[in-house]
């Protein structure tokens, strides 16, 4: 195995097998099922294998590392050889994290950012992703939502257009003349050269897809021509005026409406649940943990940062 190999190796183990943690910690976590353990009586499990540095490696820290593999791996390791060599591994890690320790790494403002965050994943998993293990969504939860509102899960006809805009109405007429001539490829590249539109231009126009009560961008009077289009590589016969100036409208693309039965919005619907069965105990979590530690904001000081906002094109 090359270095940088057996490099990668040593940090999916050490990553898998929790290397960031303290000896006691690991002793207070790893040794509390009955003994043996691993074929390993408690002292025996408890004896010194390595020491790299201030940081030493028990025979049982190092078969709960094995035991933690993936079947594939501890196959691997049933030799002796193949254990020595995982120890190895182990110890090439160990090497690394000790020097960078000693450079003063461990105190960078991004390495402590990442511990937080690592140490909060861990809360999370623990508090909130396992317990709602323990309470699976039943089918009665899913046919229950679904039976309230069967057509939630329906998806409406959508169009896919793209748009031109002018801002004179002369050059609008002239390059409508000149659109209804193209094929969708060509009237693409007459966007990108014509369009006055920065958002869309670099993209030929491409409005993606769209219902006909969407809200926002594209303009209402846009999504009409749109929809008032028969045929995909049409273009809407007239310049659609908009507070924007003037339109010249594509339709390319076309989804008919789907309505959906409850054998094909379940899937859907056992994602909504557990998405929000997820925020809720995210929040009585949240909410128990400020009862219990005192939280104090100083408005008057958040008030004096500002934030400089860039110029963005428009729909970002």
Known sequence: MSWKSALILAIAIAV???????????????FVEEWPKHGLTEAQANEVLVTI???????????????????YLQARFESPER????LENLIRFELLVYEAKRRGYADQPDIQRARRTAMTQQLIKKEVDEQLKLAEITDEEIQEVYDANPHEYDRPAQVRANDILIKG????????????KLDINQFRRLAREKSEDEATKKDGGDLQFFTADAEGHPPKAVRDAAFAVNRVGDVFPEVVKTSEGYHIVMLTG??????RTYEQAQRA????????????????????????????????????????????????
């Open 83 to 86: 254990r020595r060599e995982f």
């Open 169 to 180: 109405r002369a050059e609008a007429e002239k390059v409508l003349a000149q659109a209804q």
């Open 16 to 30: 898998g097998g929790g290397a960031g943690c303290s000896k006691k910690e690991e002793q207070t976590s790893a």
């Open 254 to 259: 076309k989804r008919a409406p789907l309505k």
């Open 53 to 71: 540095g201030d940081r030493t490696i028990t025979v049982g820290e190092f078969a709960d590392r094995l035991a933690s593999q993936s079947p």
């Open 269 to 316: 619907i056992r994602h909504k649940l557990a998405r929000e069965k997820k925020d809720a105990a995210m929040e009585a979590l949240l909410e128990r943990l400020r009862k219990d530690i005192k939280v104090e904001i100083d408005y008057d000081a958040l008030a004096d940062v500002k934030v400089d906002i860039p110029d963005l094109p428009r729909g970002q």
